[in-house]
DNA sequence: CTGTAATCGAGACGGTACGTCGGGTCTTCAA
DNA sequence: TTGAAGACCCGACGTACCGTCTCGATTACAG
């Protein structure tokens, strides 16, 4: 994640100073906290990284690239412990994606990215590497875990199989994590334990119930 | 929704040009989708409206707002013709969205203005107001045509079935604005027919197989 | 000499600040006494006369033609009283020339700005009209006075004779002008009263000896 | 001139690149021309010159010592070749001084290293030893060879008549130099023939018309 | 022939100032 | 009173040089 911009040959020079890139980005989600994404400013974040701005200017090429990669930091300390059932494993990853959006720095800077990628293929392109995919695989570990556990069926084998079980995957990833922003930050509703009751039973209900993968019925665990 | 600075006299002098208003929204939207959000200037948007500045600011107190209104009205569009089944009214209400999310300006101004209202209460509220109470009513509607043709068991009576019927609502509201948005703008992948399927069947899926209602099972339409 | 740059038709709008541009090069002046000429920087000077930065550049181009506007002022306030004799009135206006060239922002200012007048023409007519040509009035005046005295034979007339008078101005601002600059910014020698007699001495020398004009002897004054 | 910065022990350790101080200054007064004074950057001459930032600084100490040097050898191409009498001497030289500071390198530098020194005082020291002591010699030499030929009276002896002949040959260096610098630089006149021959006049005329020394008229020659 | 020591290139570093841009306010004149 | 025009203050932008520093890689002379 640190130290985007590679060079192809980083042979000669004085070496950058390693502990810079996280400096800034701790500097980054500070500023994020007390400003806000509009009023940050590039030079009050390498002030309090104690950094010039060139500095930070050579290694990002600006505002949003730099957000993006700050929040996607903080999203990696996302996990899915094993809480012994795929209702459970849910039901805890929602809530502590909605204790992270609660964060203003998560907050702040989340949907301001995503807003100005919608003109900016670059950003875009970032978001989906940083974030997305990155995050996608709590939803394969969580299914993994839960077909060990025989709550879901194995996967289909054969290339039509892994195509369905991608698009599956790609479809709960969506609606967990927009569902919880929706709430979130659009609707101003808290993501209170009933609420994460409420969601999961929807979507384990839905899935279960033969969503994409074929209908066939399973044990729900606990 | 225009206009929404209001005097309390508005007896003598020069009247305002009644077109205006109209003109400097039609910029906004313009300029939006020219240049993104941030980049959207009030002055360009003034010049592009032919106005000064002084005017603009007479009306709106600022870029948020104006780009609330200028967008506001966007989504009054969507609404929700009968299409003889939940799972197709449902389906068509995602389409519909997904279109519209397609459209530049939506995609640049609607995840701006949720960014900029994380810290603004008071564009968090008009949003609300404008923006999600305004659309919960399809959501209420299709839940009240499915009633109406059985595919959903009627509100529970009393107090508490009344709130499980809000909650449920709500729940459903987020999953669905949610899940598209999603989709669109942070995983920037296309809401296709096949994944409006997926969707859909999900979430029929979980509300059949009983979630926040009770588990009573409904023969699903069509 | 205030108010360099000039509108067609400044007809509509908020007329500038008229105060701005005095104390804009109040302000140039101070700093260039605490700072030099290198040190100097427009921001600085922006905030010591009360006003943005933009103001400034809205009437200056840039540091130098700021700077030749602060220094002619300063030259304006060099005249020639009559002392009675054209011997005085020259080594009254070396002396108060040299005076003037003791203060520092003078110093520092006048070279720099004929420095960067080497390669940038608009410049170096900027410092003729607004220096050169403004301060030949002096030699003009001493002469005219000198010849209602008798001290000069009156101009010949006839266009040859007018060019040999302008040349002969034009040398003798030079002369001087040349000299008391030389003495004190080169070879860094004071302009005491000694040297201002034997200079004066040379120059009425060579003048009364018959350089431009005619060789006419006259009778030196005092 | 060059390499002024001087080791004490440069015993041991891999030499100084011998052709690095030629091609530096030369670079400098390449860029000096390209650019002028304002614009020059050590960091632009270093490339040119295909050496490091770092060798340069190793070197001189900074800008101003940097032109100092490059342009101080320019000035040591003057000379005072026998023209036969003081008349052609003194019009020789005058001439050959203007042609110099027609070149690009001597115009924009010369001026420049001036300004600086107005709050350097090492800078101006440096100027009086390299530039000011070092060209008297022409004026020395122009008198000598005067004095030999009878158009000038030999010096009065005395310490009295060795102290007025210092200060008469300063003040020449100060009129005929600073009368063309300030005729080419800040005019912006060209020193013509014309200019030349009025001006030699005016000189001669007032030395011969005893100026500061005993008025003991001396037939000219030519 | 092996240290030791100063040099070289390259380029990152903390700074300072640059000149520009946009935000939101204010001031003038005309309608 | 509104509108067009444009000047105003403010603050951030992203860039350019400054002069310093830290590298790895050369080169000499010394032991």
Redesign the interface.
Same mark, same amino acid.
């Given at each position: 994640m640190p130290a985007p911009t590679r060079r192809s040959t980083p042979r000669t020079g004085r070496p950058r100073d390693a502990g810079a890139d996280r400096a800034i980005l701790a500097a980054t989600r500070a500023a994020l906290v007390e400003l /806000?994404? +509009?009023k940050l400013s590039l030079g009050d974040v390498a002030a309090r990284a104690g950094v010039a701005k060139t500095t930070l200017y050579r290694r990002w090429s600006g505002k949003n690239e730099l957000v993006v990669d700050a929040v996607a930091e903080l999203l990696d300390e996302l996990d899915l412990p094993d809480r012994g059932s795929l209702r459970a494993d849910v039901e805890g990853v929602v809530l502590r994606f909605a204790r992270l959006l609660e964060r203003?720095e998560a @907050?702040? +800077? %989340?949907?301001?990215v !995503?807003?100005? +990628?919608?003109? =900016?293929p670059a950003l @875009?392109d970032r978001? @989906?590497s940083a974030? !997305?995919d990155r995050q996608k695989r709590l939803v394969l570990l969580g299914r993994e875990r839960a077909q060990r556990r025989g709550e879901l069926p194995p996967d289909t084998p054969g290339l039509e199989g892994a195509a369905a079980a991608g698009?599956?995957v =790609?479809?709960i990833? =969506?609606?967990i994590?927009?569902? !919880?922003?929706? @709430?979130t930050?659009? +609707?101003?509703?808290p993501v209170d334990p /009933?609420?994460v009751r =409420?969601?999961t039973? %929807? %979507?384990?209900?839905? %899935?279960?119930?033969?969503? !994409?993968s074929p209908p066939r019925p399973v044990p729900p665990g606990t």
């Amino acid at each position: 994640m640190p130290a985007p911009t590679r060079r192809s040959t980083p042979r000669t020079g004085r070496p950058r100073d390693a502990g810079a890139d996280r400096a800034i980005l701790a500097a980054t989600r500070a500023a994020l906290v007390e400003l /806000g994404w +509009s009023k940050l400013s590039l030079g009050d974040v390498a002030a309090r990284a104690g950094v010039a701005k060139t500095t930070l200017y050579r290694r990002w090429s600006g505002k949003n690239e730099l957000v993006v990669d700050a929040v996607a930091e903080l999203l990696d300390e996302l996990d899915l412990p094993d809480r012994g059932s795929l209702r459970a494993d849910v039901e805890g990853v929602v809530l502590r994606f909605a204790r992270l959006l609660e964060r203003p720095e998560a @907050r702040a +800077s %989340l949907m301001a990215v !995503v807003a100005e +990628s919608t003109h =900016d293929p670059a950003l @875009r392109d970032r978001i @989906r590497s940083a974030i !997305v995919d990155r995050q996608k695989r709590l939803v394969l570990l969580g299914r993994e875990r839960a077909q060990r556990r025989g709550e879901l069926p194995p996967d289909t084998p054969g290339l039509e199989g892994a195509a369905a079980a991608g698009r599956t995957v =790609d479809l709960i990833f =969506d609606v967990i994590a927009g569902a !919880v922003v929706h @709430r979130t930050l659009v +609707s101003s509703e808290p993501v209170d334990p /009933g609420w994460v009751r =409420d969601f999961t039973a %929807l %979507l384990l209900g839905g %899935l279960t119930a033969g969503a !994409v993968s074929p209908p066939r019925p399973v044990p729900p665990g606990t």
